[in-house]
């Protein structure tokens, strides 16, 4: 086990991914718990061993886009969603696409988000591209004293109809009040509580039509752009520049992570799955 020496991340070394013992998984969901975020480079598994290793976190559960429209994007693994900008015929092969991705945690519009994300990588741009994530418990810890009284019993709706870029997501209704204060989505407390470590972070999801409950609008956007300049001006987070065989493996109970732009013409696809998680407390 090697830290990063950043506010977050380690690297597993000397593990096979394909024939994993129980004793070495053990290692593993320790280092998880303890960095948040792990990498374990030169895993050239396939798709079968990708799921299995999910399923030994806990239950795996369907990208918001398969739950709707059924679209499977790895036949027979209907839990891997492919994070591609790659077209074929004319439709794209994967989510995301080559534009930046802005900070998030993955799925925070759902009720039950999810406790982990592993990703990984099989082909890889040149250049661009990079992976980052930050430590939500230390941006928690960070906080000004009345930031902190700010947000005591405070939660935050996130927008389950628009994703980052604007596009609304298929079998969402848009409110017809135009206000983000009607906009359907899952509402969570803005400090959580680890249910494995009793570590509280910071619960920001993503920023895209956030809304304070109980605020009126201007004031939750003040709330808002004090906890995110708070976070996106600290020393929390660390980058992966990935290579192919690449596995990262995150908290997404504790983490937010963004990944840089790169040249739309270079081929970049990963495979996904996520573990279901609790309701944040």
């Known amino acids: 086990m090697r830290p990063t020496g950043a506010a977050l991340g380690a690297d597993v070394e000397g593990v096979d991914l394909a024939n994993l013992t129980d004793a070495e998984f053990a290692v593993i969901h320790?280092?998880?718990?303890?960095?948040?975020?792990?990498?374990?480079?030169?895993?050239?598994i396939d798709d079968a061993a990708h799921v299995a290793l999910g399923r030994r976190f806990g239950e795996l559960d369907f990208n918001p886009g398969t739950r709707l429209t059924g679209k499977v994007y790895v036949e027979g693994f209907p839990e891997i969603v492919k994070i591609s900008n790659i077209?074929?015929?004319?439709?794209?092969?994967?989510?995301?696409?080559?534009?930046?991705?802005?900070?998030?945690?993955?799925?925070?519009?759902?009720?039950?988000?999810?406790?982990?994300?592993?990703?990984?990588?099989?082909?890889?741009?040149?250049e661009g591209g990079d992976t980052s994530w930050m430590n939500m418990e230390?941006?928690?810890?960070?906080?000004?004293?009345?930031?902190?009284?700010?947000?005591?019993?405070?939660?935050?709706?996130?927008?389950?109809?628009?994703?980052?870029?604007?596009?609304?997501?298929?079998?969402?209704?848009?409110?017809?009040?135009?206000?983000?204060?009607?906009?359907?989505?899952?509402?969570?407390?803005?400090?959580?509580?680890?249910?494995?470590?009793?570590?509280?972070?910071?619960?920001?999801?993503?920023?895209?039509?956030?809304?304070?409950?109980?605020?009126?609008?201007?004031?939750?956007?003040?709330?808002?752009?004090?906890?995110?300049?708070?976070?996106?001006?600290g020393d929390f987070t660390w980058t992966q520049h990935w290579r192919v065989g690449d596995m990262m493996i995150w908290d997404n109970r504790c983490t937010m992570h963004q990944r840089g732009a790169f040249d739309s013409g270079a081929r970049r696809l990963l495979h996904r799955v996520v573990v279901k998680g609790q309701k944040p407390a």
């Open 30 to 44: 320790q280092a998880w718990l303890d960095h948040m975020v792990l990498r374990l480079r030169n895993q050239h």
């Open 87 to 126: 077209v074929e015929n004319g439709k794209p092969v994967g989510e995301l696409g080559a534009g930046e991705a802005d900070w998030h945690s993955d799925m925070c519009f759902i009720e039950t988000p999810p406790s982990a994300s592993l990703l990984r990588s099989l082909e890889i741009p040149p």
């Open 138 to 233: 230390a941006a928690y810890a960070g906080l000004p004293e009345e930031l902190k009284r700010a947000v005591v019993g405070r939660s935050i709706k996130h927008d389950a109809v628009y994703v980052s870029s604007g596009r609304q997501r298929p079998g969402t209704v848009a409110p017809a009040s135009g206000d983000i204060r009607d906009i359907a989505g899952a509402v969570h407390p803005i400090v959580r509580t680890h249910p494995l470590t009793g570590r509280k972070s910071l619960y920001l999801g993503k920023r895209h039509n956030a809304y304070v409950m109980g605020m009126e609008v201007a004031e939750s956007e003040r709330l808002l752009d004090a906890l995110w300049a708070h976070a996106l001006g």
